[in-house]
């Protein structure tokens, strides 16, 4: 059974600051890795999309990188900005299980 | 470029009552459609997901149903609502099931409060 963790569940960092926020997966036959940003009441936005194949993506301040091997993920934010606040969930896609399982999400303040 | 919308965006309903959420995506075609539900302090849930018309594959056992009567229309419904069917109910896509590895993109989300 694939079960995805993410750690820390909150962080509160002062703006400016470099992050990282990991997530692990028990099940390393995954199809891809996917991190979303989610604001309050509101949906998901993907951030970035790690194919199996993969090492890493890179957009703007963020860089995840995926290690299939020790079934780890991190997000790293460079220069972290009050507006990055939200929560941030990872997504492992599984053949097997034909479905994304989520992790919980880690709670992030970046304060002024 | 691809589009997906939810309604309605806020509902409160008696428990019995029936329930209807619709999400539509535009800009793409046969895509795999899904239905997610976070409960307050819990993580996302798959609801059902759809790979083509009138296809419905249930991920657990419950009191809603899921339908897509068109290419890109996927519908979420109850006949009688109960208490726990309270969440944040959220309409997802991705490519075509030949493309597994695909991205998935979310829709704003419903927020359902039953009484």
């Known amino acids: 059974k694939q079960e995805v963790t993410q750690i820390p569940a909150a962080l509160s960092v002062p703006e400016g600051e470099n992050l990282v926020l990991n997530c692990s997966f028990t099940?390393?036959?995954?199809?891809?890795l996917q991190w979303f940003r989610q604001d309050p009441g509101k949906g998901l936005t993907s951030l970035l999309l790690i194919q199996s194949s993969q090492r890493e993506q890179t957009s703007g301040r963020l860089n995840a990188s995926l290690d299939k091997s020790s079934g780890r993920s991190t997000l790293y934010i460079a220069a972290s900005q009050p507006g990055d606040s939200a929560t941030y969930l990872c997504?492992?896609?599984?053949?097997?299980?034909?479905?994304?399982?989520f992790g919980a999400g880690t709670r992030l303040a970046v304060h002024p | 470029s691809q589009t997906i919308h939810q309604w309605p965006a806020t509902l409160v309903q008696p428990v019995g009552s029936p329930l209807s959420l619709e999400c539509t995506v535009e800009g793409t075609s046969n895509p795999n459609l899904y239905w997610y539900r976070q409960a307050a302090g819990r993580g996302l849930q798959l609801l059902f997901y759809?790979?083509?018309?009138?296809?419905i594959s249930s991920e657990v056992p419950q009191n809603l149903s899921a339908s897509r009567p068109q290419d890109r229309q996927f519908i979420l419904s109850s006949k009688k609502l109960l208490l726990s069917d309270s969440g944040f109910y959220l309409c997802a896509w991705s490519e075509e099931a030949g493309a597994m590895t695909g991205e998935l993109f979310f829709g704003e989300g419903s927020r359902l409060t039953v009484l």
């Open positions: 099940d390393s036959a995954i199809y891809n």
């Open positions: 997504a492992a896609f599984s053949g097997g299980y034909n479905k994304l399982i």
């Open positions: 759809s790979v083509g018309i009138g296809q």
